[in-house]
């Protein structure tokens, strides 16, 4: 089945510095890719997703590039804020049309005010 | 409902109890999951239902842990003879039904469970 490797935390930054926290898969196909994250005492919630090779997802900011030869899907931000620390994921779809999802161990980020 | 309920969101036990977690899932998602959260594992995936049949039990970590689904809706999440190992987050999420891989999941806030 698929899988999804993501870089360990915690990730310490200032505000509005620019954010990169990686991820990688091994697939079959081209499956959608999905960026979750968790804010402090609340549920995690889909933040973007991409569903083909070299779409763009985007959303509050946050940027993710599909990259088929790369196999990856870091996610970018150019200036962060005190708001943004939350606990991200990566997460993508077990196997090829499988509706469960699998995600990576997650990525704390702390933003410094 | 407008989102996806958890009860208990706290539950502490004794070792050796059973407990049962309840998810009520937004209204008309007819897929549902169960996942635990660990510190520092990530989401371990448990079960899925489609409707009311789980088509994938493969994540139970033991016949201790068992779910169901009633009515397309409301699922329970039982543990049995509970461990200081079963302590975590358990997270429900539900999603419309499609087999795209492209479902976004709705989660709950979670049921945080501490086994003494």
């Known amino acids: 089945g698929n899988s999804v490797t993501q870089m360990e935390g915690p990730v310490t930054l200032s505000e509005e510095a620019f954010l990169t926290i990686n991820c990688t898969y091994t697939?079959?196909?081209?499956?959608?890719l999905f960026w979750y994250v968790q804010y402090p005492g609340e549920g995690l919630q889909l933040l973007l997703k991409?569903?083909?090779?070299?779409d763009k997802g985007s959303n509050k900011g946050f940027e993710a590039t599909y990259r088929k030869e790369t196999t990856s899907f870091h996610l970018e931000k150019g200036s962060v804020q005190v708001s943004d620390s939350a606990v991200y994921f990566c997460?993508?779809?077990?196997?090829?049309?499988?509706?469960?999802?699998?995600f990576g161990k997650g990525t704390r980020l702390h933003i410094l005010p | 409902g407008a989102g996806v309920s958890q009860s208990p969101s706290n539950k502490v036990t004794e070792k050796g109890k059973d407990v049962e977690l309840r998810c009520d899932p937004i209204?008309?998602?007819?897929?549902l999951y169960w996942y635990r959260q660990s510190l520092g594992q990530g989401l371990e995936f448990l079960i899925y239902?489609?409707?009311?049949?789980?088509?994938?039990k493969s994540g139970l970590p033991s016949d201790r842990f068992s779910a169901e689904r009633t009515g397309g809706s409301v699922s329970t999440l039982t543990i049995q003879r509970t461990q200081q190992e079963d302590s975590a987050v358990y997270l429900c999420?539900?999603?419309?039904?499609?087999?795209?891989?492209?479902?976004?999941?709705?989660f709950g806030a979670g049921s945080r469970l501490t086994v003494l």
């Open positions: 999420a539900s999603s419309l039904a499609g087999r795209s891989g492209a479902n976004v999941l709705t």
């Open positions: 697939a079959t196909g081209y499956p959608s």
């Open positions: 991409a569903t083909k090779a070299d």
């Open positions: 997460a993508l779809p077990r196997g090829n049309r499988d509706d469960k999802i699998i």
């Open positions: 209204s008309g998602h007819t897929a």
């Open positions: 239902f489609q409707g009311n049949s789980a088509p994938d």
